[in-house]
């Protein structure tokens, strides 16, 4: 089984600022197949990034994806206010694992 | 609009069975793959099972291998999950989620159910 390991756990920044999450995997991740959702309390996950980099519909252009093989980025441009939340990786290639998970927080 | 509806959560003991159910609308139900993923208070995201657009292929997680059963109705628009022989381990949020990929990529989910596993 795949293991990704997402750091950092928490990211204090304020608006406007920009965010770069990590997830890294224990074995290369095929193809790319590489999501990232964002999680506010309450709401059920959101799809953000798959394939790595390519954005989900209707997802605004400040979030992309990078990466490949064993170690993926997201990065957040410049933060608004309804961005701060709890952020996951997930791998689809090879069963369908999850990092535990980011918390963007307020500063 | 895409929605999904989970059902049939509740408080159970240990050992005991539930039978979760997810209602779909505002999509061709049958053309896509589905699955639950489960989240423990406070916790991240795992996922539980998945089946394929007609049920003929059908996945689990090692956690819950030989004790859960993934199914679907597409006449009736529904997914199902029967739990049994639960531990206090699966008390979680159950989403259920809409899989564009067959791969196990979900572009909608609902809001779950809650299921407590307590004696």
């Known amino acids: 089984e795949i293991v990704l390991t997402q750091s950092p756990g928490t990211l204090s920044l304020s608006p406007g600022e920009r965010a770069t999450l990590s997830c890294r995997a224990s074995?290369?991740?095929?193809?790319?197949?590489l999501a990232w959702y964002q999680q506010k309390p309450g709401q059920a996950p959101r799809l953000l990034i798959y394939g790595a980099s390519s954005r989900a519909t209707g997802i605004p252009d400040r979030f992309s994806g990078s990466g490949s093989g064993t170690d993926f980025t997201l990065t957040i441009s410049r933060l608004e206010p309804e961005d701060f939340a709890v952020y996951y990786c997930q791998q689809y290639g090879s069963s369908h694992t999850f990092g535990q998970g980011t918390k963007l927080e307020i500063k | 609009e895409v929605q999904l509806v989970e059902s049939g959560g509740g408080v159970v003991r240990p050992g005991g069975s539930l039978r979760l159910s997810c209602a779909a609308s505002g999509f061709t139900f049958d053309d896509y793959g589905m699955s639950w993923v489960r989240q423990a208070p406070g916790k991240g995201l795992e996922w539980v099972s998945g089946i394929n657009w007609n049920g003929g292929s059908t996945g689990y997680a090692d956690s819950v291998k030989g004790r859960f059963t993934i199914s679907r109705d597409n006449a009736k628009n529904s997914l199902y999950l029967q739990m049994n022989s639960l531990r206090a381990e699966d008390t979680a949020l159950y989403h259920c989620a809409r899989d564009i990929s067959e791969l196990g990529l979900f572009d909608y989910w609902g809001q779950g159910t809650l299921v407590t596993v307590s004696s």
């Open positions: 074995q290369s991740v095929s193809s790319s197949y």
